[in-house]
């Protein structure tokens, strides 16, 4: 092979889903952007061909006894791909790994944090796993390291607004005049006509937590020694300390309802038994060290003078210092992983990358400006060209008009999507693409216009002293009959805002979220939408037969493939390959269905269609307004039999989308839904939007576009940064007015 070849990835004759041949080269160590409208053809291209082929090339330098132990990759459909490199794929899959999973584990940095408090802390106590809370020598032992335990839920046991006379203690037991009741008033000191939020803190303290202690009481004219403790310490020695599963079952149930998971009481949440609390540098312990936004972390490491932990501080601040690169400042390292956005948790994975001494991979990003203000997108630009000038070839799928920039070279796949995408539209330069006619070119260009006149609302939802997570005391009013978009920088305090604090107030609301839909392998558009329903009892009612025999789960589903239509060979020596089904040909049905036909088409035509092609194949007037509404939100070319778990997190939330169209008079909540939709898509779920609050529902968005922010009717725009420098609403008002508010960053970008 020649030197020049060897700078390219090189593909030919790709056909993966809808790719028409398609062949490309690839330059190495360059940054190549792939770009087009969705369902054009870009992750076929990107994560089907190159991901794949790398993912098995890698595979077969194992035995075929390892081998069996490892994800299988069927071979990609194309001719030739050559010269690849390993593959790394940093995707937006959440990072699980439960409560023992923070970013400091998950980034390595926890590690040497931990090594630093041996090395330096004060008073001395070594070994390191004494800071570890996944180690027995130093979890908590009231909470296994897990900072949280079984505690009573405060707000269904005891009710301030009362007197105990009036029944303030609502924990099983404590009715008027009970016996226990009886001892507390009697026992004292307590008012019982005073309500609870009257007492004064220490007297509260003793109601409720006070420990066992014996007092003298007359019963019956007999002075008598009787234990009295406070309520909330009882429950807890009777049903929390003691396993409540050792109880009947009539007390479990009776119990259930006032414990909750809360804070350990043992480390206050701080997971660490106390010799290593005990421990610290400078005044702080490893656990308030954890707690600390990143940004704030490094400053007080900068601060230990001591020579011997200088090169640890050293590694730490570098590690650190790539999380605050790419916007991550206003996290902390003892944040869990399962809590991070989709956004959040690619920009992790890629510090750990970073940190990383590989060279010459391939890293595969998908659509990584997910969750970024663009006032932060430089910071992700400045990553990639990192990781390029390490000596890595980076692709990214990628819809940012901001990110395209920076690529050294551009692949635009289209023209449209599905069936009628599929090839490569142009490849080039940034400069080239802009004249290049096609879509992405022409949308480039388009400058951005503020909507004018804004609907008025018809009344307000109002969230008063909001205080969870970074909001500080946060009072803003949500306008109904509306669209109203939330933005603001990453960590700003969005999601905690609305998906926590609105929600919460509000559970009726509709959530349109990007999590994957349908239960089952054999769940596709039809099955999801209702529309197999309608479609199955017309082709019953049109043949005179039943219309199970036409469900993928009935008698009438083919046997060899249970209705799945491939199916997955194990051969002794090759990797596992996906095959068509050969008793049904791909086609999930028996021949005896197949011959029942529907204006002339079999139900496996009926599925093969796409939505447009269904739309024109049918009258039905229930499935025509189902496909309609798929259609409305851009999923014209997806096939009404294509298996759910293949669409992508942006085609599963319009899914979802189109089948709650209908409602009205609801509250609608979408988190980032122009996720994995180009700039000419973008344009019709505006339309879809506004089509919404048209019918009379509320629409709240929390957005970054700067197209779905111009054209809101009202913006609630969150900062003035991340973290604890957020959780401020800094400007409320309609896009005419956000332009002229100095401290919102987020106008200084749509001006
Ligand atoms: P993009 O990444 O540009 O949004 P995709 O490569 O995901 O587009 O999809 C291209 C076309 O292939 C679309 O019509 C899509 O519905 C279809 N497709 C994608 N994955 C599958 C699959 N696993 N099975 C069948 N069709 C698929
Ligand atoms: P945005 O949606 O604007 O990106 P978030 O509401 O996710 O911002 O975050 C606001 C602040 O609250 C950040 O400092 C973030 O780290 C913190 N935060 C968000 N979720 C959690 C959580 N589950 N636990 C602890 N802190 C959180
Ligand atoms: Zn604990
Ligand atoms: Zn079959």
């Not at 041996?118 to 809370?133: E, K, T």
């Not at 790419?326 to 890629?350: A, F, N, P, W």
């Not at 009959?481 to 509000?506: D, R, W």
Request: charged share 25%; aromatic share 6%; with cysteine.
């Amino acid at each position: 092979m020649s030197q020049a070849n060897q700078e390219y990835i090189v593909i030919s004759g790709a056909r993966e889903n809808n790719l028409r041949n398609v062949s490309l080269r690839i330059p190495k160590r360059k940054i190549t952007i792939f770009t087009g409208v969705s369902g054009s053809g870009k992750s076929s291209i990107v994560f089907d061909t190159i991901a794949s082929e790398s993912q098995r090339l890698l595979n077969e330098n194992f035995s075929t006894f390892v081998r069996t132990f490892l994800p299988k990759f069927p071979q990609p459909d194309a001719d030739a791909i050559e010269n690849l490199s390993m593959a790394v794929v940093v995707d937006q899959k959440r990072l699980g790994g439960g409560s023992h999973s923070t970013m400091g584990t998950i980034t390595d940095i926890s590690p040497i944090l931990r090594l630093l408090f041996s090395r330096a802390g004060q008073p001395y106590v070594g070994p390191v796993n004494l800071f570890s809370f996944n180690d027995p020598q130093g979890m908590c032992p009231e909470c296994n390291g897990i900072g949280r335990s079984m505690v009573v839920d405060m707000s269904k046991a005891v009710d301030l607004s009362k007197s105990l006379r009036e029944g303030a203690i609502l924990l099983p037991g404590y009715s008027v005049d009970s016996w226990d009741w009886n001892l507390i008033v009697q026992g004292g000191p307590f008012d019982p006509d005073k309500k609870l939020s009257d007492y004064p803190e220490e007297e509260l303290e003793q109601l409720l937590y006070g420990k066992a202690k014996k007092v003298k009481m007359d019963f019956a004219g007999k002075a008598t020694n009787i234990t009295v403790e406070g309520v909330i310490e009882k429950f807890t020695n009777k049903y929390i300390k003691q396993d409540v599963k050792t109880k009947s079952e009539r007390t479990q149930q009776m119990v259930a309802p006032y414990i909750a998971e809360g804070t350990c009481s043992g480390c206050r949440g701080a997971r660490l038994n106390r010799a290593a609390l005990a421990c610290r540098i400078n005044g702080l312990n490893i656990a308030e060290m954890a707690s600390m936004e990143v940004g704030q972390l490094i400053r007080v490491l900068r601060e230990i003078d001591d020579p011997a932990a200088a090169p640890i501080v050293k590694s730490l601040t570098e590690r650190l210092q790539h999380l605050v690169d790419i916007g991550l400042d206003y996290l902390t390292l003892d944040r869990e992983t399962d809590t991070l956005s989709g956004g959040e948790s690619q920009r992790v994975k890629m510090v750990k990358h970073l940190s990383g001494s590989l060279v010459d991979v391939t890293y595969i990003f998908d659509e990584p400006s997910v969750g970024l203000h663009p006032r932060d997108v430089h910071r992700l630009n400045d990553l990639l060209r990192k990781l390029r000038d390490k000596g890595n070839t980076v692709i990214v799928v990628e819809h940012d008009p901001d990110v395209i920039k920076v690529a050294d070279h551009i692949v635009d796949v289209g023209p449209h999507a599905g069936s009628r995408g599929g090839t490569i539209v142009y490849e080039g330069s940034y400069q080239g693409l802009l004249e290049s006619g096609t879509l992405t070119g022409i949308h480039m260009k388009r400058p951005l216009e503020l909507k004018r006149d804004g609907r008025k609302p018809s009344g307000t939802l109002p969230i008063r002293n909001a205080a969870l997570h970074n909001l500080r005391d946060v009072n803003v009013d949500i306008p109904t009959g509306v669209l109203t978009v939330v933005t603001g920088v990453a960590g700003s305090g969005k999601s905690t805002l609305i998906n926590e604090v609105f929600l919460g107030q509000h559970p009726d609301a509709i959530v349109i979220d990007q999590s994957a839909v349908g239960v089952s392998t054999r769940s596709n558009p039809a099955t999801y939408t209702g529309i197999m329903d309608e479609v199955r009892k017309a082709f019953a009612a049109a043949n005179k037969v039943n219309p199970g025999l036409f469900s993928f789960n009935s008698k009438g589903a083919c046997e060899n493939c249970q209705g799945l239509g491939v199916v997955y060979a194990d051969l002794a020596y090759l990797d596992s390959v996906k095959l068509p089904c050969e008793a049904c040909g791909g086609r999930r049905f028996k021949e005896e269905v197949l011959a029942y036909k529907l204006n002339g088409k079999s139900i496996a035509e009926v599925l093969e269609m796409t939505v447009e092609q269904a739309l024109d194949f049918f009258q039905l007037k229930e499935v025509v307004r189902k496909l309609q509404a798929m259609s409305d939100v851009g999923l014209n070319y997806i096939t009404l039999g294509q298996p759910l778990s293949t669409l992508s997190g942006g085609e599963c939330q319009r899914i979802k989308l189109a089948s709650e169209l209908h409602k009205k008079g609801s509250i609608y909540v979408m988190d980032e839904p122009t996720t994995g939709l180009h700039m000419s898509d973008i344009g019709h779920l505006l339309g879809i939007m506004n089509r919404l609050v048209d019918a009379g529902n509320t629409v709240i968005v929390i957005e970054h576009n700067l197209e779905v922010i111009s054209q809101a009717d009202w913006i609630i725009d969150m900062g003035p940064d991340g973290g604890s420098r957020g959780g401020q609403v800094v400007f409320e008002g309609p896009p005419s007015q956000i332009v002229h508010a100095e401290q919102s960053v987020t106008g200084r970008y749509l001006k």
